[in-house]
Each structure stands twice: as C-alpha cells, then as structure tokens.
C-alpha cells in the first residue's frame, strides 16, 4: 500500500509548510502549483522534489494532474490550508499496515477554523471527505470549485479529523468569495442553468435558514452567525453572476 500525497497550490506560503510538515508519514509528496507569485514553490522544495508547475485549469482538472503524476497505488489529497493530525496519521499507517482488499477507499472527517473558531455545527460538522482512495478506482468531479472524488469501489471511514483553516479572516473569505463565485456561476452557464428569480430571493434564505436553524449553526455563536449569513450571501453573488453571464450572452446574439 504505497501512499502518494497529492496537494495543488496557488499562493499558500503562509500555509504549505503546515500542511506538508504533517505528511512525513507517507511514500511520497506531489506537489502542483498554479504559478505562485510567493514563496510557495520555494517552501514546497524543503518537503519535496516533486514540484511542478502547472497553469491553472480548475481545481478539479489540477487536483485529477497531480493524481497522473503521482507513483503511488494509493492518492491522499490534501489541501495547503489542511493538516492531517497526528492522531489521524495513525489512523491511516493502522490501515495501511493492516489492509483490507475490499476496501478502495477512505472517508476522513474534517474540523473546519472560521476565522478563529472551530465550528461545530452549521453543517461544517461532521464533514467527510474521501481522500484516501486507490489510484486505479478513484478521480475528482463535481462542479468547480466544490470537488468531490468519484470513486468506482467500496469505502470506509476513519474517526480521527484532519483540520481544515479554512478562513483566518474576514478579508480572505470575502476575496475567495469573489473568486468562487465567478467559477461557480461559470460552471452552472456551462450546463445550461438559466438564472430564475426564485434563485436571488429564495435559495439565498433557505440556505441561511438550513446552517443556521437545521444545522443549529446558532451553537456556535457569534462566528456561527457570521457564517450563515455569509454563506447566504455567497448563493445570492452566484446567482447574480450567473444573471450577468446570461444576460451577456443574450446581448451578444442581438
């Protein structure tokens, strides 16, 4: 059961030792950055020689090049602003050591930091993510920016978390926003998804109304709130941008 660990990056300098300083366990580390214009590459080298670059095509079509890139029978996927725990890492060397040959595949939950806070509800908890998965079963689909791996096999599920800093601040989660807005609404105008009001007046509510009251994201105070409402406010940006994509292209053929 050899492991590769896979991990795109853009720009992650104040995150890539972190993430790959944990991952000292495994048989090898890849690593793709999108062209960095900080010291990620750099940082990246003292964990690895398995540093490529690699211009941005998306995160699920980067995440799936470092998978053809990498030697091993077995993909971890790590994102630079994760970290896999050292109770975590035990977990995954138990299962390597002992192996099942039914298994093609393994779930790990994930702890999720906004901006300081681990949340605990909001529907962030608990948060499985297939990343562990036989090479020869498994790739990534989805819809960008949100990737998930398809996996043709069975899984299973570690109870130890990897933890996930996902947004230290305000002012990045608001700059993300922005960015996986456009990718968002661009992915939706790909598949032929016509933008309705319903989408600006109800989808943003019930969004709010599902993490804050179905979730009991309320548990988890002040930053809990925060997060709803801007989660809210992410589908209602989407939405606007797939407004303005469709209107764009209706000018366009007049």
Known sequence: ???????????????????????DFVDEIV?????????????????TERVYINLWP???????????????EWILSVDADEVITPELK????????????????????????????????????????????LKSKGRFGGMNPHDIVVLKGTTAYFRQPMLHYTYPSLEIYLSRLNSYTTIAAKELK???????????????LATFLKMYILKAGFMDGWEGFMLCVLSS??????????????????????
């Open 190 to 204: 790909t598949r032929n998804k016509r933008f309705r009001l319903r989408h600006i007046i109800l989808s943003p």
């Open 233 to 254: 406010y992410y589908v209602l940006v989407k939405y606007l941008k797939l407004w303005e994509l469709n209107l764009q292209e209706v000018m366009s053929e007049n």
């Open 1 to 23: 059961m050899r492991i590769s660990a896979t991990v795109i990056t853009k720009n992650e300098e104040g995150n890539i030792e972190r993430c790959l300083s944990a991952l």
């Open 90 to 133: 035990q977990e995954i060397l138990a299962a390597k050591k002992n192996h099942d040959q039914a298994i093609d595949g393994y779930h790990i939950p994930r702890r999720s930091n906004f901006i300081g806070r681990w949340i605990t509800h909001c529907g962030w908890s608990p948060d499985y993510h297939l990343r562990l998965f």
């Open 58 to 72: 998306g995160h699920i079509q980067q995440k799936n090049h470092a998978i053809e890139l990498a030697q091993g």
């Open 31 to 47: 690593v793709v950055d999108a062209e960095s214009s900080d010291r990620t590459v750099e940082l990246a080298g003292k964990f």
